[in-house]
């Protein structure tokens, strides 16, 4: 079965600085994909970035970015220039094979004015 | 425009009462998901459905039904088995029946509290 950890509950950032969300998995699949999920106060959950686990090119949207350590089993979210709108909770997830979805526990991001 | 649609966004209910949780797309896809989110827990898998007139079981499936019969709904009902209902509940919908590397469509959410 595969897993998906999310080891820091909570971080914080000043606007307009960088901060990396931290997130790990396990699986003895090689094709699987990677994804970060947004969850707002709003809580409508929304995609952030994806990722394919046999491309090697690191996938970005703008001010996110993914370091994916494919050995390492290492999925980090990287969030440049950081703003108000980007406080909320953020969830890494993975699928593989049986196309079912595996969320980590999410880690709440608050912002510094 | 094209979602998803949860309804009720609050509920409360006793113990020992089903309850049904609806979710409509009219996104015109093929999957649907139902997760249940609990403090410090994520989200966690209950029941999917990858096409209309079936449907797996998740992760978490005790205490939960679904049914698939038209392709833009898959209502959860919360059975009085499952022995901690109070949660917030998420469905999600994916467009094509393998849906490994789409984007999931979340509603915005039904929050259930049982009394």
């Known amino acids: 079965a595969q897993t998906v950890t999310q080891s820091q509950p909570e971080m914080s950032v000043q606007e307009a600085e960088t901060v990396t969300l931290s997130c790990t998995y396990d699986t003895s699949e090689s094709d699987y994909y990677l994804f970060w999920y947004k969850q707002p106060p709003s809580r409508q959950m929304i995609l952030v970035i994806r990722?394919?686990?046999?491309?090697?090119q690191n996938a970005t949207e703008n001010r996110f970015s993914v370091n994916f350590q494919k050995a390492a089993k290492s999925f980090s979210l990287k969030i440049s220039d950081s703003q108000l709108g980007d406080a909320a909770m953020y969830f890494c997830?993975?699928?593989?094979?049986?196309?079912?979805?595996?969320f980590g526990k999410g880690i709440t991001l608050s912002v510094r004015p | 425009d094209g979602g998803i649609t949860q309804s009720p966004k609050y509920l409360f209910r006793k113990e020992g009462q089903n309850v049904t949780l609806s979710c409509e797309q009219n996104?015109?896809?093929?999957?649907m998901y139902w997760y249940r989110q609990d403090p410090g827990q994520g989200l966690r898998l209950i029941y999917y459905s990858q096409i209309v007139n079936d449907f797996q079981k998740g992760d978490i499936a005790e205490g939960y039904s679904v049914s698939r019969e038209k392709k833009e709904s898959f209502p959860l009902t919360v059975t009085s088995a499952q022995k901690n209902p109070t949660a917030f509940y998420l469905c999600a919908s994916l467009p094509g029946q393998d849906p490994r590397g789409g984007e999931l469509f979340f509603g915005e959410g039904s929050r259930l509290t049982v009394l």
């Open positions: 997830a993975f699928t593989g094979a049986n196309s079912k979805l595996t």
């Open positions: 996104l015109n896809h093929d999957a």
């Open positions: 990722q394919e686990a046999y491309k090697q």
